[in-house]
């Protein structure tokens, strides 16, 4: 279906006249007054289709050859008895409307029950049509189909009524997206025949339709509507753009020259001589295409006008196009890209390319499969009836009409949208969200370590990763490993990441009101929200500060308290020259012993000793750092081993994420291991991240491993180790 942009004053197409190109044939559009006249005369004989469905029989057996279309018949004469003596605004028989949208939609190639409940659409809200009859009549599909796009009555829900009806919408959708089918094609045909409403209504549903409309067209792949849809929008809210847009297509127009047709001669001639069968085809830009790319390129040239649609009939014949096309003419490397191998999230498939002539024209081409194209038109309605299959696939899918059925063409940002709108508390919320929802039209994929994978929208962080993998139990997320390193939940994840998300197991735990600013989808702002509404802290109730600003205040001032004294407290225990009974130097038994603290070994390690001033040994763990530095300063390492004391002293770094409790909770662990606390620092959060140094004293160094992994199960601890104390450069005395 070809894209025409309307003036909304008077209804009627408005693009310019171009040069005819090889393209192909397409239906001209259906003039609605006949239709009209011909939808007065009522039903046709016994046998016959009514001469007013006519071009929609036509259409129809284009796609179903061998459709039934008795429910059509019956379906318009029920839709034509019921709406007759209705009129539209613009002067014409109410039936013209639902027969239109019917039209546009059997040019997509929808099937048959789809028709069927369009032409139904606005019989339940419009007359004295019941659900139950259409049920009756029709079966449970087009019943629920038809419910689906029914409106919600204003004199029930009020200022609600339009997000409360979108709501509904989008919920039938998500069981039958043939739901949004039908609304797409009656919002084309409605703002088509915008012209006989009052300027500013005009612009209320244009809004409506660039907010909501055109981005679900575009997710659900319907192109041949958006297109459309987009244009009638632009003549609308930007005129004097539109204008200019109208100019520069009528100049290029009465151009003597067309570069793109010279290109695609160029292109049959190198396929003819390659032996590919393919349809080479000019394919105009619609308005507001034109538009993007003057603002982007400024000046226009011939062949920015369009682009070249190459078809041919197998995906391997796609790359051999593409083969032929970068041998035989100047590519565009940087313009290359492969949407066959990795489709888009609404189901499109092409290869993109571009190639250049010597004057500095570039071409961009499209690469498809008849069927690719078909899906790139339109979409889900392409797909035809989503419940069709084997007998034993409609015998599971059979469900009582009552009862949820889940329409197997759901993509993944319909089940999320859906996901979140139940948790939307008011029809505001809901409204103002689905159009910031909707705004997020690029799609990343992020991989689970066990292999699974996310659907975000891009500009989505780990914030959003977590709400998305685990619902409201989120809110017990303390960090994140992104490709394998500890990442900040604010991080900004890339399509083809791995995400591992780190989890406490406290049902308790609390988001931080800090996630609503890195939180991008809707999913993750409406739970953390709700949490928040939920759980209203005194100082918010008193007008303080925020209470997880106070938290975070206080925890920083404790921990500075708290890093103070414990560095005096280390100083005082450092100072102390620390035994080493449990070493023995080989070749000198009698001589002092000290542990360095640096690397602070235990029983098992292995070690090796510098004697230093005073005959004492210095004993360090041989991957010490500092061990690799003497060796090169020349200092003569002194062989020592452990002797029959098991017990130790050892100091460990413990890395966390902030949270109520967690020291109590780290020393109680390591308390129930038997570790003796000799010194602790706490140094203060930074990024939500705690880092806590002990030194304890083991009765035994065997509970050393013991102690770590207590010490790791703790929750918001994600890594305990062994301290790496950094010392200066020196070779002065260990």
Same mark, same amino acid.
């Given at each position: ?16 006249? !171009? ?11 259906? =003039? ?91 019989? !339940? ?105 987009? /244009? ?17 297509? @009528? ?65 391997? =014949? ?40 010597? =004057? ?45 059925? !889940? ?84 991080? !900004?994840?890339? /399509?083809? /990441? ?86 023995? @130097? @080989? ?17 098992? /390690? ?110 918001? @601890? ?17």
């Amino acid at each position: 279906m070809s894209a025409e942009a309307t003036n909304p004053a008077t209804p009627g197409p408005v693009v310019p006249a !171009v040069p005819a190109t090889p393209r192909r044939r397409s239906r001209p559009r259906i =003039d609605l007054r006949r239709l009209g006249r011909a939808a007065l005369l009522g039903p046709a004989s016994r046998g016959r289709l009514p001469d007013a469905i006519g071009h929609v029989v036509e259409a129809h057996r284009a796609h179903y050859p061998d459709a039934d279309l008795q429910p059509l018949h019956r379906a318009y004469v029920l839709a034509e008895s019921s709406h007759r003596g209705q009129m539209r605004k613009s002067g014409e028989p109410y039936i013209t409307h639902p027969l239109a949208v019917t039209l546009i939609l059997a040019e997509l190639g929808a099937e048959t029950t789809t028709l069927t409940a369009s032409l139904l659409h606005d019989t !339940v809200e419009d007359t004295d049509v019941t659900l139950d009859q259409v049920g009756e009549q029709f079966g449970a599909e087009v019943r629920y189909i038809v419910d689906g796009v029914t409106k919600l009555e204003k004199v029930d829900y009020g200022a609600a009524a339009e997000p409360e009806t979108f709501r509904k919408m989008l919920v039938a959708t998500g069981n039958d997206v043939r739901v949004m089918s039908i609304k797409l094609a009656d919002r084309l045909h409605n703002m088509r025949t915008l012209g006989v409403m009052r300027p500013e209504k005009q612009e209320r549903i244009a809004k409506v339709t660039r907010d909501v409309l055109i981005p679900l067209a575009e997710r659900l792949g319907v192109q041949a509507l958006k297109t459309e849809l987009e /244009d009638l929008v632009f003549a609308i809210l930007h005129p004097e753009e539109y204008e200019h847009t109208r100019e520069l297509i @009528v100049d290029n127009a009465s151009r003597a020259d067309d570069p793109l047709a010279e290109f695609s001669d160029e292109m049959r001639a190198v396929l003819r001589d390659a032996d590919i069968q393919a349809e080479v085809l000019i394919r105009p830009r619609h308005f507001v295409s034109v538009h993007r790319v003057s603002r982007k390129r400024g000046r226009m040239r011939g062949a920015d006008f369009g682009r070249l649609l190459v078809l041919v009939n197998e995906d391997a =014949d796609c790359y051999a196009v593409l083969g032929e096309l970068h041998t035989c003419m100047t590519p565009v490397v940087s313009e290359f890209k492969d949407f066959i191998a990795v489709p888009k999230f609404n189901l499109y498939q092409s290869l993109h390319t571009a190639v250049a002539r010597e =004057d500095g024209q570039v071409a961009e081409v499209l690469i498809r499969t008849h069927q690719m194209h078909k899906v790139a038109e339109a979409g889900v309605v392409a797909l035809g009836n989503p419940y069709t299959g084997t007998a034993e696939e409609q015998t599971r899918q059979r469900v009582p009409a009552d009862e949820e059925r !889940v329409d197997p063409t759901r993509p993944g940002w319909l089940s999320r949208l859906l996901d979140w709108q139940e948790g939307a508390p008011d029809p505001d919320t809901f409204w103002s969200t689905l159009r910031e929802d909707l705004a997020q039209d690029r799609e990343i994929t992020v991989f689970r370590p066990d292999g699974g994978t996310l659907g975000l929208p891009e500009g989505a962080t780990c914030v959003d990763a977590a709400y998305e993998q685990y619902g409201e139990d989120a809110h017990a997320c303390m960090g994140a490993r992104v490709n394998g390193r500890l990442a900040t939940l604010s991080t !900004v994840l890339r /399509d083809g /990441d791995t995400v591992q998300l780190l989890m406490g197991q406290d049902p308790a735990s609390e988001p931080s009101r800090e996630w609503l600013e890195h939180a991008h989808t809707p999913a993750a702002r409406i739970a953390i929200q709700r949490w928040l509404a939920t759980h209203p802290t005194p100082a918010e109730h008193e007008g303080s500060v925020p209470a997880a600003d106070a938290e975070a205040s206080g925890t920083a001032k404790a921990a500075e308290a708290t890093a103070r004294s414990a560095a005096d407290a280390t100083m005082a225990v450092e100072s102390v020259p620390r035994p080493g009974a449990a070493i023995t @130097v @080989v070749d000198r038994p009698e001589a002092s012993v000290r542990l360095a603290g640096c690397c602070t070994p235990v029983p098992l /390690d292995e070690v090796t000793g510098f004697a230093v001033r005073g005959g004492v040994v210095t004993v360090h763990r041989a991957e010490c750092a500092a061990v690799a530095r003497m060796v090169d300063a020349g200092r003569e390492e002194v062989e020592v081993s452990w002797g029959d004391t098991t017990g130790c002293r050892v100091t460990l770094v413990a890395e966390s994420f902030g949270r109520p409790h967690l020291l109590a909770d780290l020393t109680e662990a390591m308390a129930l291991e038997g570790a003796e606390i000799v010194s602790a620092t706490v140094e203060p959060p930074s990024q939500q991240r705690v880092r806590h140094t002990y030194t304890v004293r083991l009765p035994d160094a065997a509970h050393l491993p013991t102690l770590i992994r207590a010490m790791r199960n703790v929750p918001g @601890v994600y890594d305990v180790g062994r301290a790496q104390h950094h010392a200066p450069a020196s070779t002065g005395p260990a």
